[in-house]
């Protein structure tokens, strides 16, 4: 076989194993997390972002607008609050408002008029205003309705005496019973009357509103205090929803309408963040779409001022609106997704960003960053934090009881919640990670991402190093070691990430069954991912595919079920190669029908990472040459050539569980990078097949199950890992297979001949495990 290595290539592979020792290097500042500082810049408090921080910094100094567009998870949130912490510092006396924000009544029922006081003189006059009202109210007669009720009083008496005379008079002249009727009537009508008086006599005067009510009209004329500076101290508000009645404010509803009790408008009126708060945080900008506030949001940042209104159709305040404009120099920030985004661009020819950018930045949070010493420092510096967030968290829940009880008690109460005993010097505290459980977290965010990069999006990691902190609690462990790192990994799982393992464990029992029932000709194992929808975190899976291949009918490749577009051009595109080599080869031209089954792949398949996958499935069959079930293969295909493809980290450490039975696997050469975390606290070599490199990863404690990697740059280095031939080999008995099927189709078509013996070729044996990768110094 002609090699397509050299010696640069094996030592470019040898450099991967320095990989281990480069990574501790980087943190050779340190021992245990508690030697790492905090920052005191809340902005440096956030890692990985660092062209985020220095646009936050340079918008900070012209008070400019915000958008955060990314992943959630990437620390959009976090950056908003250390946003407000540094405006606080640097600005916040300056920024916060100093006037009052006060409501009068207006030219009439429905309009008010706002002004901007003073906070320490419009407090003391509202103040005077209503103690002058209160004793006003004092000096007027308490409520009574003595007159109306004498009143009542005396046409009811006069009502019942002539009852009284027309009942006699009936016995001598009956029609003036009729008389009598009407009479006694309403002298009932009146006693009613009379009773009413009274309640309503007594209600007013236990609630003191009858003295009030004289002057009611004097405390509508009192102005309303809508904002005071000294009471409102918050530099941002933190919308969820924002729409008209958050963002703006509005006119609370009146339900009493009537009978001198109604509220006048300047006092139902409301303010909203607009008005209020210098900064506006806005934690989606998905549900401002939603609700359409959008139009009164581009108004308000070219106009900086807006009118108060009355924000529903109906209703006592429908009506209601301010005759001057309200201030709104308010500075925004805004987080929303790519999706929001590309709706936004969309959305007026883009009318929102371009506010944004006319007065601030459009930031694009990284969802994943180059490993270099900073990052892994930073890494290293997340995990301080989050280790100090837990004690903070334990010392609130659990502080009163280790005051009272101590840690005895602590102990006893945790015993209850876990339903076991606990060691006696079991103490509930925040432990330090070790160096070696910080690499842990590096290989982590390694392993999530790809292209030699630590992923950055760090919300689903939160709970890891909580867990793997909960783990070295109950371990009484004095540090978190790598062994609770990996434990807390084998618990948080996402929801793609239980399908997953769920998966891995239907594939395995299936992988066997499959090689105890078939030859293992024409099965190969391919390798595959699923991508979490909220974190974009790939969980990697073992992808078993069957391949056919028959002479004669069209020359077609057929893969049936939920198949996407790129995987059907994938199968085009291996169709194309293999035609390409048999004509390279000047094999008879046959027309060949492939088959290619991804098996019980139910939730379909995408994508071209399985074309190496597909193409040796069909020479498998089309010479009769047995696969090594024991190794995965991943990559795309492009001629003979193997590129590369996403979540490689993923995809392999998917079968490299022992109990999966799987031995090793073939990637792509431009992939050799994405090798490198699983190096990470474990043993491993440098191997050689014939001239292909690799790198043996021992899975147990004393160098035992190992698993092993190969870099290939041809589909043909695949075929020299998975069926144990090279090239000139697979050619050969390619050309012997196209001979045969056209000499059988000739005699076909000439009429019935003998069946012609099957030959398998001479190197048709089931190839085991490779003990023949040899480690190399």
């Known amino acids: 076989m002609t090699t397509d290595y050299n010696e640069n290539d094996h030592a470019w592979i040898r450099e991967l194993t320095d990989y281990p020792q480069t990574l501790a290097a980087h943190l050779d500042f340190f021992e245990d997390t508690g030697q790492i500082e905090i920052p005191e810049d809340p902005i440096e408090r956030v890692v990985f972002q660092d062209r985020a921080k220095a646009a936050i910094r340079k918008i900070a100094q012209n008070k400019g607008h915000i958008l955060m567009v990314g992943r959630p998870g990437t620390g959009k949130s976090l950056l908003a609050n250390m946003f407000q912490e540094v405006l606080e510092r640097s600005m916040g006396d300056y920024l916060r408002p100093k006037q ?71 016995f001598f002249f009956p029609p003036a019973f009729i008389a009598t009727g009407l009479t006694g009537i309403g002298a009932i009508f009146m006693y009613m009357q009379e009773n009413n008086h009274r309640a309503q006599e007594k209600i007013q005067q236990q609630a003191m509103g009858g003295k009030k009510n004289a ?86 940042m070219q ?49 929102f960003l371009s506010r944004i950018e006319d007065k601030g930045e459009i930031i694009q949070m990284e969802s994943a960053v180059p490993e270099t010493a900073e990052t892994v420092r930073q890494v290293a510096q997340y995990i301080k934090q989050e280790i100090d967030h837990l004690s903070d968290d334990l010392t609130q829940i659990w502080g009163d009881v280790i005051a009272k009880e101590g840690h005895d008690g602590v102990r006893k109460r945790s015993e209850h919640i876990f339903g076991r005993p606990l060691p006696k010097d079991y103490i509930l505290e925040a432990r330090e990670f070790s160096k070696a459980a910080v690499l842990e977290i590096v290989k982590e965010l390694r392993c999530r991402a790809s292209d030699g990069k630590l992923s950055s999006i760090l919300r689903p990691i939160n709970g890891i190093v909580k867990t793997a902190e909960f783990e070295a609690i109950l371990d009484n462990s004095k540090q978190v070691f790598p062994h609770h790192v990996r434990s807390a990994l084998e618990e948080h799982l996402s929801l793609e990430g239980a399908m997953s393992r769920e998966s891995a464990a239907h594939k395995r029992d299936l992988k066997k069954y499959i090689g105890a029932m078939t030859d293992s000709i024409g099965y190969v194992v391919g390798l595959a991912v699923i991508q979490a929808s909220s974190s974009g975190q790939m969980h990697g899976q073992p992808l078993p595919i069957h391949c056919q291949i028959n002479a004669g009918g069209a020359d077609v490749v057929i893969a049936p079920g939920k198949i996407g577009d790129i995987a059907k051009a994938a199968a085009q595109n291996v169709r194309a190669s293999i035609k390409k080599v048999l004509k390279k080869i000047d094999a008879p031209y046959v027309g060949y029908e492939m088959h290619v089954e991804y098996i019980q792949a139910h939730g379909g398949v995408e994508g071209d990472s399985a074309s190496v996958a597909m193409d040796i499935g069909l020479i498998s069959d089309f010479i009769k040459q047995p696969v090594n079930q024991t190794f995965g293969v991943t990559g795309s295909l492009t001629g003979n050539i193997m590129l590369p493809v996403g979540g490689v980290t993923e995809k392999i450490r998917s079968i490299m569980a022992p109990d999966l039975g799987m031995a090793g696997a073939c990637v792509p050469w431009q992939n050799k990078h994405d090798v490198e975390p699983l190096l990470v606290n474990a043993e491993f070599d440098f191997v050689l097949e014939g001239s292909i490199p690799g790198i043996r990863i021992y899975r ?71 003990e023949r990768f040899h480690p190399q110094n």
């Not at 009068?104 to 419009?122: S, T, V």
């Not at 009506?319 to 936004?344: G, K, P, Q």
Request: net charge negative; proline share 6%.
């Open 100 to 170: 009052a924000i006060v409501a009068y009544p207006g030219k009439d029922r429905n309009h008010i008029r706002i002004a901007y006081e003073d906070p320490a003189g419009i407090d003391p006059m509202v103040e005077e205003l209503n103690r002058e009202i209160d004793e006003a109210a004092e000096s007027v007669d308490e409520f009574s309705l003595d007159e109306q009720i004498a009143s009542v009083q005396r046409v009811k008496k006069w009502l019942l005496a002539a009852t009284v005379v027309t009942g006699g008079a009936g």
């Open 215 to 300: 002057v009611k009209n004097l405390y509508d004329m009192v102005p309303e205090i809508l904002y005071d500076p000294r009471r409102d101290t918050e530099l941002m508000a933190r919308v969820s929803e924002p729409d008209a009645r958050n963002m703006k404010g509005g006119f609370r509803h009146d339900p009493y309408q009537s009978g001198n009790l109604q509220t006048p408008t300047h006092k139902r009126a409301f303010l909203g963040a607009h008005a209020k708060s210098p900064i506006i945080y806005i934690d989606e900008l998905k549900t401002l779409v939603k609700v359409g506030y959008m139009p009164d949001l581009l108004e308000i």
């Open 303 to 351: 106009n900086k001022r807006y009118m108060l209104e009355g924000g529903r159709n109906t209703g006592s305040g429908a009506a209601d609106r301010s005759e001057n404009h309200l201030r709104a120099d308010n500075i925004i920030v805004a987080c929303c997704n790519h999706d929001t985004l590309a709706y936004l661009q969309q959305e007026g020819d883009g009318a």
């Open 700 to 770: 147990d404690d004393d160098r035992q199950a190992p698993f092993d990697i190969f870099f290939c740059k041809t589909k043909y280095h695949a075929y020299r890992i998975l069926m144990g031939l090279d090239r000139e080999t697979v050619e050969q008995r390619m050309a012997e297979r196209s001979r045969m099927d056209s000499a059988s189709i000739r005699l076909e078509k000439a009429g019935p001949q003998p069946a012609l013996p099957a030959s398998p070729g001479p190197d048709a044996e089931p190839i085991e495990n490779p």
